[in-house]
């Protein structure tokens, strides 16, 4: 069975831009969640979708959005990109909801901005 | 402040020794999951503790979770290079997902 997949596995944007992430959960499985991973802040939660709906968000501004597809692909958006923006965006997909479920992640996105 | 503190932060040992990682928090978890993570792949599930009290094993690897379930330990004998990598302690007390600081390991030859 294939594991987690994420695209692209780089990317390098300037402030201002804005970027859409991709992941592809493990077939059968329906929740596909989001984190951010940096050298200050660590391994912080974005936001889980279940059945395109988005269950439980993080503590994040609103220019970082996602949606979910009838497939349980998922994307995620970031808008008017910040320097601080620099970081390992990771996918995590679990077979049901909630967030206490076993989670496979994926390799992340490695998104750059200058 | 971070909800889930671990410690040490960094760790650097020689091949045979033991080491013990903690995850402390001032809220209750109603379980807590340890992940290790390798440079350039996203973090892989160890283990999840339910029960307050609770200890499991992972071969030369053991995890427990405090009584109160607001804290655990991993604890590894005998560390080998493969080892080496990031150590996370996560947990849902809510309607959040979080991660620990991390201890990062790194077992020397």
């Known amino acids: 069975k294939a594991g987690v997949t994420q695209t692209p596995r780089y990317l390098i944007k300037t402030r201002g831009q804005q970027v859409t992430l991709s992941c592809s959960p493990i077939?059968?499985?329906?929740?596909v969640s989001w984190y951010q991973q940096t050298p200050g802040q660590g391994l912080q939660f974005l936001f889980e979708?279940?059945?395109?709906?988005?269950?439980n968000k993080g503590n994040f501004p609103g220019r970082f959005s996602g949606r979910q597809f009838s497939n349980s692909r998922s994307e995620m958006n970031v808008s008017t990109l910040e320097l601080g923006d620099s970081a390992l965006y990771l996918c995590?997909?679990?077979?049901?909801?909630?967030?206490?479920?076993?989670?496979?992640f994926g390799p992340g996105t490695r998104l750059t901005v200058l | 402040t971070q909800l889930l503190e671990q410690s040490p932060q960094f760790l650097s040992i020689q091949e045979g020794e033991n080491l013990t990682v903690y995850c402390n928090s001032s809220?209750?978890?109603?379980?807590l999951q340890w992940y290790r993570q390798e440079p350039g792949e996203g973090p892989v599930l160890l283990v999840t503790?339910?029960?307050?009290?609770e200890v499991k094993k992972l071969k030369r690897l053991t995890f427990q979770f405090g009584d109160a379930r607001k804290d655990s330990s991993l604890h590894i004998t005998a560390a080998q290079p493969g080892d080496t990598g990031l150590y996370l302690c996560?947990?849902?007390?809510?309607?959040?997902?979080?991660f620990g600081t991390g201890t990062s390991l790194t077992v020397i030859p």
């Open positions: 995590a997909s679990s077979w049901d909801r909630g967030l206490k479920n076993e989670q496979f």
């Open positions: 077939s059968g499985h329906r929740s």
């Open positions: 979708y279940f059945s395109e709906t988005q269950r």
């Open positions: 809220s209750v978890f109603s379980s």
């Open positions: 503790v339910v029960t307050g009290g």
């Open positions: 996560a947990g849902a007390p809510g309607n959040q997902f979080y």
